[in-house]
Protein backbone atom coordinates (compact mmCIF):
# COMPACT_ATOMS: atom_id res chain seq x y z
CA UNK A 1 0.00 0.00 0.00
CA UNK A 2 2.80 2.43 -0.90
CA UNK A 3 0.56 4.73 -2.91
CA UNK A 4 -1.74 5.24 0.50
CA UNK A 5 -1.88 9.36 0.91
CA UNK A 6 -4.39 9.49 3.80
CA UNK A 7 -5.53 6.95 6.23
CA UNK A 8 -8.39 8.22 8.46
CA UNK A 9 -10.86 6.57 10.40
CA UNK A 10 -11.80 4.20 13.58
CA UNK A 11 -10.23 1.17 15.72
CA UNK A 12 -12.60 -0.70 13.48
CA UNK A 13 -13.11 0.67 10.56
CA UNK A 14 -10.03 2.33 8.46
CA UNK A 15 -10.67 4.35 4.63
CA UNK A 16 -8.08 5.29 2.95
CA UNK A 17 -7.18 7.65 0.23
CA UNK A 18 -5.34 5.53 -2.57
CA UNK A 19 -3.64 8.02 -5.37
CA UNK A 20 -2.28 11.19 -5.81
CA UNK A 21 -5.51 12.71 -7.69
CA UNK A 22 -7.93 9.47 -7.54
CA UNK A 23 -10.86 9.88 -5.88
CA UNK A 24 -11.16 6.47 -4.74
CA UNK A 25 -12.19 5.45 -1.59
CA UNK A 26 -11.97 2.04 0.30
CA UNK A 27 -13.82 0.93 3.38
CA UNK A 28 -12.02 -1.68 5.29
CA UNK A 29 -13.61 -3.81 8.22
CA UNK A 30 -11.72 -4.68 11.58
CA UNK A 31 -9.77 -7.69 9.87
CA UNK A 32 -8.15 -4.80 6.83
CA UNK A 33 -8.61 -7.30 4.05
CA UNK A 34 -9.63 -5.31 0.87
CA UNK A 35 -10.30 -8.17 -0.84
CA UNK A 36 -12.96 -9.48 1.57
CA UNK A 37 -14.48 -6.04 2.67
CA UNK A 38 -13.02 -2.77 0.05
CA UNK A 39 -16.05 -1.00 -1.58
CA UNK A 40 -15.24 1.74 -3.42
CA UNK A 41 -16.97 5.12 -2.83
CA UNK A 42 -18.04 7.71 -5.52
CA UNK A 43 -18.04 10.54 -3.75
CA UNK A 44 -16.63 11.62 -0.37
CA UNK A 45 -19.13 13.57 2.08
CA UNK A 46 -19.51 17.12 0.61
CA UNK A 47 -19.36 19.53 3.61
CA UNK A 48 -22.67 21.51 4.39
CA UNK A 49 -22.58 24.72 3.74
CA UNK A 50 -23.90 27.36 6.91
CA UNK A 51 -24.26 30.84 6.53
CA UNK A 52 -24.83 33.20 9.83
CA UNK A 53 -25.25 36.58 9.88
CA UNK A 54 -24.56 38.48 13.23
CA UNK A 55 -25.40 42.02 13.97
CA UNK A 56 -26.76 43.87 17.30
CA UNK A 57 -27.74 41.67 18.88
CA UNK A 58 -29.15 38.14 17.30
CA UNK A 59 -27.64 35.50 15.14
CA UNK A 60 -30.21 34.84 12.26
CA UNK A 61 -30.56 31.66 11.50
CA UNK A 62 -30.81 31.08 15.12
CA UNK A 63 -31.20 27.58 14.63
CA UNK A 64 -28.61 25.40 12.90
CA UNK A 65 -29.42 21.61 12.16
CA UNK A 66 -26.06 19.77 11.60
CA UNK A 67 -25.59 15.71 11.10
CA UNK A 68 -22.92 13.93 13.35
CA UNK A 69 -19.97 13.46 10.82
CA UNK A 70 -20.94 15.91 8.31
CA UNK A 71 -18.02 18.33 7.46
CA UNK A 72 -19.97 21.66 7.86
CA UNK A 73 -18.29 24.94 6.38
CA UNK A 74 -19.35 28.01 8.76
CA UNK A 75 -19.30 31.32 7.01
CA UNK A 76 -19.91 33.85 9.55
CA UNK A 77 -20.77 37.54 8.37
CA UNK A 78 -21.21 40.62 10.95
CA UNK A 79 -23.50 43.08 9.68
CA UNK A 80 -23.12 45.15 12.70
CA UNK A 81 -21.44 48.12 13.72
CA UNK A 82 -19.67 46.58 16.14
CA UNK A 83 -17.24 43.52 17.00
CA UNK A 84 -18.73 40.18 16.99
CA UNK A 85 -17.88 36.27 18.15
CA UNK A 86 -19.47 33.26 18.55
CA UNK A 87 -18.67 30.28 20.58
CA UNK A 88 -19.83 27.22 21.55
CA UNK A 89 -19.64 24.16 23.61
CA UNK A 90 -20.12 21.47 20.55
CA UNK A 91 -18.55 18.40 20.25
CA UNK A 92 -16.14 18.88 16.68
CA UNK A 93 -13.13 17.79 15.07
CA UNK A 94 -11.23 19.11 12.19
CA UNK A 95 -11.44 22.34 13.17
CA UNK A 96 -9.78 24.15 10.57
CA UNK A 97 -9.67 28.22 10.31
CA UNK A 98 -9.98 29.89 6.40
CA UNK A 99 -10.50 33.12 8.16
CA UNK A 100 -11.18 34.90 11.14
CA UNK A 101 -10.10 37.81 13.06
CA UNK A 102 -8.44 35.67 16.00
CA UNK A 103 -5.14 35.81 16.74
CA UNK A 104 -2.87 32.74 14.64
CA UNK A 105 -1.79 31.14 17.81
CA UNK A 106 -5.53 31.62 19.50
CA UNK A 107 -6.88 29.52 16.35
CA UNK A 108 -4.22 27.36 16.50
CA UNK A 109 -4.43 26.63 20.08
CA UNK A 110 -8.55 26.33 19.11
CA UNK A 111 -7.95 24.07 16.58
CA UNK A 112 -5.80 21.51 18.17
CA UNK A 113 -8.40 21.17 21.04
CA UNK A 114 -11.26 21.19 19.22
CA UNK A 115 -12.30 24.54 20.96
CA UNK A 116 -15.35 26.17 18.57
CA UNK A 117 -14.29 30.13 19.30
CA UNK A 118 -14.26 32.71 16.38
CA UNK A 119 -14.33 36.15 16.54
CA UNK A 120 -15.30 38.33 13.16
CA UNK A 121 -15.08 41.73 13.43
CA UNK A 122 -17.26 44.17 12.36
CA UNK A 123 -17.04 44.47 8.57
CA UNK A 124 -15.84 41.24 8.38
CA UNK A 125 -16.52 37.59 7.71
CA UNK A 126 -15.09 34.30 9.08
CA UNK A 127 -15.10 30.82 7.34
CA UNK A 128 -14.62 27.98 9.65
CA UNK A 129 -14.83 24.38 9.00
CA UNK A 130 -15.22 21.48 11.40
CA UNK A 131 -16.91 18.12 11.82
CA UNK A 132 -20.02 17.86 14.49
CA UNK A 133 -19.07 14.55 16.89
CA UNK A 134 -21.86 14.09 18.71
CA UNK A 135 -25.83 14.03 18.64
CA UNK A 136 -27.60 16.88 20.80
CA UNK A 137 -28.82 20.63 21.14
CA UNK A 138 -26.35 22.99 21.76
CA UNK A 139 -25.84 26.44 22.42
CA UNK A 140 -23.96 28.72 20.30
CA UNK A 141 -23.52 32.57 21.42
CA UNK A 142 -21.62 36.17 21.43
CA UNK A 143 -19.37 36.22 24.52
CA UNK A 144 -18.69 40.06 23.27
CA UNK A 145 -19.76 41.75 27.17
CA UNK A 146 -23.39 41.77 27.65
CA UNK A 147 -24.32 40.37 23.91
CA UNK A 148 -25.47 37.16 24.79
CA UNK A 149 -27.58 38.42 27.68
CA UNK A 150 -28.97 40.94 24.89
CA UNK A 151 -29.97 37.69 23.05
CA UNK A 152 -27.45 36.61 20.73
CA UNK A 153 -27.64 33.37 21.31
CA UNK A 154 -28.89 29.97 18.76
CA UNK A 155 -28.41 26.37 19.23
CA UNK A 156 -26.11 23.86 16.69
CA UNK A 157 -29.22 20.82 16.60
CA UNK A 158 -26.85 17.71 15.45
CA UNK A 159 -28.46 14.44 14.25
CA UNK A 160 -27.30 11.08 14.08
Known amino acids: MSNVNR??????????????STAVVLALGAC???????KP???ATAAQQVTL???????????IQLK???????TLANDGTVDHDIKSDIPISNLAYQTADNATDEQAA??????FDVDYNQGHTARITFV????GTYQFFCDVPDHKEAGMTGTFVVQD
Not at 7 to 20: L, M, N, Q, Y
Not at 53 to 63: V, W
Not at 110 to 115: C, K, M, P, Q, T
Not at 132 to 135: E, L, N, Q
Open 7 to 20: TFGTPSAKWFVIGA
Open 53 to 63: HGKEFSFSPNA
Open 132 to 135: PTKA
Open 32 to 38: GNPAQTA
Open 110 to 115: NAADGV
Open 41 to 43: VTQ
Open 68 to 74: VGQPVQL
